[in-house]
């Protein structure tokens, strides 16, 4: 069955200090991926998103993801965090023909100052 | 609009009772979804809209689970003899046009049930 694993289900980081979010999926081919943000109270907002290409994609708010194909991850970085990044984070998944994202549990970034 | 909106965002009800959760799509927006995000998970998929016309109900959990979209804008999600387990946030998402690679989706912020 298609699935998207989100290892870590919480991540603390210090304010300043780097982040690299976990991402793992179990598809037949390579989906389309994505990283979502998700504040407290907010709908989820589009980081970034995969198709093809480039496998290093660049995002919004200083978030970039790698696509691993011989891993079968699509980590999110992002070299300094700030306290404003503290939220869920979700990878999700699409197939090719298929409209149904299929999201990971998420992880939940803690910064300290 | 400027964003997704959805209507009420919080709802709390009784077992058994009938609730209606209502979504407004962004201006022009062909594809709709509903979404069911449990405490500690991510979006479960429920339904898709292409227009008024529901193209993949595949998610909705059982037959107590409706959703309309009549003119192809606004949405509302229908739950019959609401269960405890049908607490959670309920997210809506609309998209320009449905199908990769232009399927990104702007989301709500989602209507809380609780069900006592």
């Known amino acids: 069955a298609q699935s998207v694993t989100q290892p870590d289900i919480h991540i603390t980081v210090s304010e300043g200090a780097s982040l690299e979010l976990r991402c793992n999926y179990s598809y037949g081919a390579t989906p389309y991926l994505f990283w979502y943000v998700q504040s407290p109270g907010q709908g989820l907002q589009l980081l970034l998103k995969y198709f093809s290409g480039d496998t290093l994609v660049q995002g919004i708010k200083g978030f970039e993801a790698e696509f691993k194909r011989s891993q079968s991850s699509f980590n999110l970085r992002k070299p300094s965090v700030h306290w404003s990044d503290a939220a869920e984070y979700f990878c999700?998944?699409?197939?090719?023909?298929?409209?149904?994202?299929?999201f990971g549990r998420g992880t939940s970034l803690i910064v300290h100052p | 609009g400027a964003g997704v909106s959805q209507t009420p965002s919080n709802k709390v009800t009784e077992k058994g009772k009938y609730v209606e959760l209502r979504c407004d799509p962004i201006s022009g927006h062909t594809a709709l979804y509903w979404y069911r995000q449990s405490l500690g998970q991510g979006p479960e998929f429920l339904i898709y809209?292409?227009?008024?016309?529901?193209?993949?109900d595949s998610g909705l959990p059982n037959d107590r689970f409706f959703a309309v979209r009549p003119e192809g804008s606004v949405s509302t999600l229908k739950i019959q003899r609401t269960e405890r387990g049908d607490s959670a946030v309920y997210l809506c998402a609309s998209s320009p046009i449905a199908g990769p690679p232009s399927d990104t989706q702007y989301f709500g912020p989602g209507t809380r049930l609780t069900v006592l």
């Open positions: 809209f292409q227009g008024t016309g529901a193209a993949d």
């Open positions: 999700a998944a699409l197939s090719g023909g298929s409209y149904i994202p299929t």
